[in-house]
């Protein structure tokens, strides 16, 4: 049984202060490298792991969505329609975790994270030479769909961009809020790229949305896994502490980064946490 001894705590703090920051920045709850680092380095049950990043991410996404949405970063639109598919996914995901074998877990988080960081350089390397058409976000034309324009004070204008491709984003949605509840991640692992590849949002716009969504589908899977026990109550609170300070400060980190930096940062962790799950 672990201990939460004093150097444990702060390492856990320190930890999740990291996490904090990356996951602020790239529109993910962190659990992609919350889950590896308890299981492979604390040796604390994947099952436990899960449950105490389910909580993590749920601090996370309450630091931060409010204040993307208040700089006018998250599409809450867009964000609400996904949301809804990724709940239902999310619940169908944890409870299908109870029936499968650990290292099972394991093997499918691991691959899983491979194909989605391919796609994210493959689409960095893209130049785009198309011009979004411009929107204003309270014209009556804005009105009828998903588009919208935020301020990007790393290159200071106005980024317009449309929303496609709603019924396909939705449906992966699904799939994504159900890998979320399984492997006791936010879903932004699948949602950032979804709305950036799929949806055509710019990366910032999807990280600051993702943000938005990925608490509520993963509050209904962390409930599930209180309900079963699974949650180490100071584990969980010592990490929350870090990430809601490490959030705070990645939201400024955010504003000020460039798209592509992001892109790439998030692709290169992805693979790397890959690898290290199947190798565990």
Known sequence: MFELTILNFI????????????????????????????????????????????????????????????????????????EMFMVVGSITGALI????????????FGFFLFPISFLMLLKMRKVSRKKSKEIDCLSE????????????????????YSVKNILPASLISFFGGSLAGLLGIGGGIVQVPLMNLVCGLPMKAAAATSNFMIGVSACAS??????????INEIAGAIVIGIVFGALTGVRVLHK????????????????????MLMG
């Open 222 to 231: 962390a409930f599930i896994f209180f309900r079963r026990g699974l949650i």
């Open 11 to 82: 390492i856990i703090l320190g930890f999740g202060f990291c996490i904090g920051i990356m996951a602020s920045v790239l529109g993910i709850g962190g659990g992609a490298f919350i889950v590896p680092f308890f299981v492979l380095f604390l040796k604390i049950p994947i099952h436990n792991a899960i449950a105490i990043s389910l909580v993590a991410i749920v601090a996370v996404s309450s630091t931060v969505a409010s204040i993307n949405v208040e700089k006018g970063l998250a599409n809450m639109r867009l964000g609400i329609i996904l």
């Open 141 to 160: 034309e804005f009105k009828g769909n998903l588009s919208c324009m935020f301020y990007d004070p790393s290159i200071s204008k106005n980024i317009k």
């Open 97 to 108: 975790l109870f029936e499968l074998d650990e290292r099972v877990a394991r093997i499918i």
């Open 257 to 276: 980064s460039k798209s592509n930096t992001i892109q790439a940062i998030f692709a290169i962790l992805l693979f790397m946490t890959g690898i290290k």
